[in-house]
């Protein structure tokens, strides 16, 4: 969703497609965020060769704008975070982001069908920059930026090993691109998804892809949930394709939020992040963490919030969420803003610590 928010403002006043076996957690987002040497891409490839950018990286010391010291939100511990900009005309609207497995190398994109991969840099556990940043547009099946047919609002990622799945909101589909063939040259293929995805609202699609490795409950199944596609009782629609046990589920909706993005925990608990805007309430961001075991065809399942906040916090429009476990066996949460193009947003890329 494109949502045009002003921070400024209210701080002041089938189964088809799918790999028949998945791989482990670990492998997934290293084998898809690795890029390959300069020399190994194909040659049919160099017409959509990726350009090198400069992104810049303003560090945010603090999270709270009223309490400096304040670093513990929920069940998260605030641990660094960038205000980042470019000289780039096409950066900006990221509307998600996957690491490897250090929480070092991305791959994200915007909703306007533009990869943007590298790294990030860190001072011990501080995130300081980026770099060896590329962008490049996202290709369809003929070899054509996805844009030339109309195809944008890219709104969800999900890996599997070198599988990229990104979810087309406007237009309900799902795309598999495989990075072992030209990393973002690669050419994405349509994935079969049940009827009842394309019914979804306009530009209330598919907002969220989680794809489930091997030895976790419904491994090999890619869920698929919607921003607010609602069923019968007012509840967030959603899906599991492949896998075990296919079909259809719900996320109970309360208090008026959608969902932005999701991310599997080792663990196996499902992590949704959430948002909501008003004119008289603001801008609210939420994640709520739910067991997978629960997802079962027909089922509503519902979770506890584990994070709140709102613009008395370093927020924007946070669409991006994901996790990787540190060396010292922290869990940390990585969540990215979209900036809608927008001079009265940022591009926020935040990291918290997850204390059980």
Do not use: C
Not at 143 to 159: H, K, M, N, Q
Not at 262 to 287: M, N, Q, T, Y
């Amino acid at each position: 969703m494109r949502a045009r928010v002003s921070r400024r403002r209210f701080l002041k006043l089938t189964a088809a497609g799918l790999s028949a076996a998945a791989k482990p957690d670990v492998a997934q987002a290293q084998l898809a965020a690795q890029p390959p040497p300069k020399s190994s891409a194909p040659d049919e490839y160099s017409v959509a060769a990726p350009v090198s950018i400069e992104v810049k990286a303003r560090p945010l010391p603090s999270f709270d704008t009223r309490d400096h010291q304040h670093v513990r939100f929920g069940s998260l511990e605030y641990r660094s975070g960038l205000i980042l900009t470019s000289d780039f005309r096409g950066f900006g609207g990221l509307s998600g982001i996957r690491l490897d497995t250090k929480g070092e190398r991305f791959i994200s994109f915007s909703d306007t069908g533009s990869w943007f991969t590298g790294r990030i840099v860190y001072s011990g556990h501080e995130m300081t920059s980026l770099a060896d940043v590329e962008a490049a547009p996202m290709l369809g099946a003929d070899g054509r930026p996805i844009t030339a047919r109309g195809w944008f609002d890219s709104e969800s990622i999900a890996l599997d090993g070198p599988f990229v799945y990104i979810g087309l909101e406007r237009v309900n589909q799902v795309l598999r691109f495989d990075f072992s063939k030209g990393f973002t040259r690669s050419r994405g293929e349509v994935v079969p998804m049940p009827p009842a995805v394309k019914k979804l609202p306009f530009n209330k699609g598919l907002e969220a892809l989680v794809f489930v490795p091997k030895g976790m409950p419904l491994a090999g199944t890619l869920i698929a949930i919607s921003e607010r596609g609602l069923d019968a009782k007012g509840n967030l629609i959603a899906f599991l394709v492949g896998g075990p046990a296919p079909g259809q589920f719900s996320v109970r909706r309360t208090d008026n939020f959608d969902v932005s993005d999701a991310v599997l925990l080792p663990e196996g608990d499902l992590l949704i992040l959430e948002r909501k805007f008003s004119w008289l309430g603001g801008l609210g961001i939420r994640i709520r963490r739910i067991p997978l075991k629960l997802l079962t065809p027909g089922a509503v399942v519902d979770g506890p919030s584990i994070f709140n906040a709102d613009l008395g916090q370093e927020i924007d429009n946070l669409e991006g969420i994901d996790a990787h476990v540190t060396a010292e066996g922290d869990t940390v949460l990585t969540m990215v803003s979209d900036d809608n193009f927008s001079m009265i947003q940022r591009t926020l890329l935040l990291q918290f610590t997850l204390v059980e």
